[in-house]
């Protein structure tokens, strides 16, 4: 424990899912408990990374019962009673939650609502991106959004790119630390299971692989096009993790395209880890990107990307060293990129052990202390206030 920290309870509010902004506060969450930290999760079912729960880490569940009275169950007002409850039941210090809305705007008014009571709690908001680039535009959402990101006491973006975007898109006037997604290191440090490597790439062809939410953003169509092109040259896989709205469209293209045996769809699956190990290469060709934490999760695993330069993936993944990056829609650069590395034996070698170091750079070591930092300056801000 760092000398000048003493160990704090935090609440962490996040999605529960396997989304990028879920994976990283459930990780940064752990790795607090393992430090020594008290987190008490508050999400409305226990986040999919979480695991077992161990000493230090606590989870809330977060219940709206269904009132025929309303057309829309109000899961925002449910969420922050609960962040006051738990916050006077369990002495919370702080409150960090990942994501704008509604986590952010329902942490704002729980402070409000606890220092009616006379409690002081400072509330630190992770962004993560599509709160930003696509709700952000959105004038459902924006002056909900800028609200919550002007009142909040610490605001932390994903990437420099993301830091912009938010003063771009809110003209907030604030300050805004960048604090970059992270992996775990030993998470990556296996053996490939050779069996499922031979189960998707029996005759043992490159296997080629896109992890994502399968959301428009993501271009998937642009995933599977790639391939086509990687295919009319070479013999190959692609290997697509991960479910959603565009998945059932894909599988249908890539049967139409006469390509349907090569294209394996395993899902959604709890951990990227295993997929990645087997895989030689990995394409995230998003419209827009804040961070990529999979592109990140690929490197860690040794596995160069071809990405589109949008967004923050330029900070992640160094074109012609980890990968190759190219405008969004250029699938031609893409597919030749792709085909460079895979026909090129000695520039894949270089390109993975690239992509293994400049993971490096990202471990939660190196970033957890960043998050500490923060909540160090919050609580000199709270002793004082309650010293006055
Ligand atoms: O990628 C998604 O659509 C999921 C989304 C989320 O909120 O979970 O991911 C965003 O947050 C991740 C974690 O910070 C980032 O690595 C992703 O780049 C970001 N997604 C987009 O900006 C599209």
Redesign the pocket.
């Known amino acids: 424990m760092n000398n000048q920290l003493r160990p704090m309870k935090i609440g962490f509010v996040c ?1 529960p ?1 396997f ?6 506060a459930t990780e940064l969450g752990k790795a607090l408990a393992e430090k020594g930290h008290e987190i008490h999760f508050i999400t409305y079912s226990a986040p999919a990374r979480m695991g077992s729960l161990k000493s230090n880490l606590f989870y809330h569940e977060v219940r709206v019962s269904d009132y025929p009275l309303f057309d829309y169950q109000p899961y925002e007002l449910v969420l922050t009673s609960k962040m006051v409850e738990v916050t006077l039941a369990h002495d919370l210090d702080m409150l960090h939650v ?2 704008a809305i509604p986590h952010a705007s329902a942490a704002v008014m729980a402070r409000d609502i606890l220092e009616a009571k006379g409690v002081y709690i400072p509330v630190v908001t ?1 962004l ?7 709700l952000g535009r959105e004038p459902a959402f924006e002056p909900v959004i800028s609200h919550a990101i002007n009142r909040s006491d610490a605001v932390t973006a ?2 420099e790119s ?1 830091r912009q975007d938010t003063i771009d898109l809110f003209g907030v006037n604030r300050d805004i630390d960048v604090v970059n ?1 992270f992996i775990c290191t030993r998470h990556f440090q296996k053996e490939a299971d050779e069996n499922f490597r031979t189960s998707i790439a029996p005759d043992g062809e490159p296997i080629i692989t896109h992890i ?2 399968f ?1 428009p ?2 271009r998937v169509h642009d995933v599977l096009n790639i391939f086509i092109q990687i295919r009319k040259e070479m013999n190959a896989k692609l290997l697509l993790v991960g479910d959603g709205p565009e998945r059932s469209k894909i599988e249908k293209l890539a049967q139409e395209s006469g390509i349907g045996d090569d294209v394996i769809c395993i899902g959604k699956i709890k951990n990227p880890v295993e997929p990645l190990l087997i895989s030689d290469l990995f394409l995230l060709p ?11 999760e690929a490197l860690a695993a040794g596995v160069p990307v071809i990405a589109s330069d949008s ?3 330029p900070e992640v993944v160094e074109h012609g060293k980890s990968g190759f990056l190219a405008p969004v829609g250029d699938i031609s650069a893409m597919s030749l990129h792709a085909l460079q590395l895979l026909q090129n034996p000695a520039m894949m070698a270089d390109a993975k052990r690239l992509a293994i170091e400049q993971s490096g750079a990202y471990t939660i070591q190196k970033i957890l202390p960043q998050y500490e930092k923060i909540y160090m300056r919050l609580m000199q801000v709270r002793n004082n206030k309650a010293q006055k």
Request: proline letters at 0%; aromatic letters at 8%; a negative charge.
């Open positions: 999605y899912t989304g990028g902004s879920g994976v990283v990942h994501y992770t993560h991106g599509t709160d930003i680039t696509l994903v990437s993301l997604n994502s939410n959301r953003v993501k998003s419209e827009t990107e804040s961070f990529g934490l999979a592109a990140l967004g923050g993936i």
